[in-house]
């Protein structure tokens, strides 16, 4: 796998912000409605509900959570193996770091 890869660099791309990795901590018990996060989201960063949900549609995009509707309800949870791609990459870094240094043609 290349850092170049889509899911690679749409998960990297939406964990650049505070505010959406706080969100997908929030997550980690389980799904959340669209207002419960906004409004968390709202106090712990003094953001606006529109920004909030701008960061959720992010993480909505990057495939790392994933949204379901229930009436008039959005809810948020994480998605399973949404950070698989991501994980082997940095897994793919650690390992490289056990490795005898190369030397230069």
């Given amino acids: 796998?290349?850092?170049g890869t889509r899911d690679v660099d749409a998960a990297l791309a939406a964990l650049a912000h505070p505010v959406r990795r706080s969100i997908l901590e929030w997550l980690v018990p389980g799904p959340?409605?669209?207002g419960d996060l906004a409004a968390?989201?709202?106090?712990a960063f003094?953001?606006?509900r529109t920004r909030a949900s701008q960061?959720?549609?992010v993480l909505a995009r990057s495939g790392l959570v994933m949204v379901s509707v229930d009436g008039p309800w959005r809810w948020y949870a994480l998605s399973d193996g949404s950070a698989d791609d991501l994980d082997a990459w940095l897994?793919?870094?650690r390992l490289s770091?056990?490795?005898?240094?190369?030397?230069s043609i």
């Fill in 91 to 93: 897994r793919r870094l």
């Fill in 32 to 34: 959340a409605a669209a």
């Fill in 46 to 48: 003094g953001i606006s």
């Fill in 55 to 57: 960061h959720l549609g």
């Fill in 1 to 3: 796998m290349d850092l």
């Fill in 97 to 103: 770091t056990c490795r005898a240094p190369r030397r």
């Fill in 40 to 43: 968390s989201a709202c106090a």
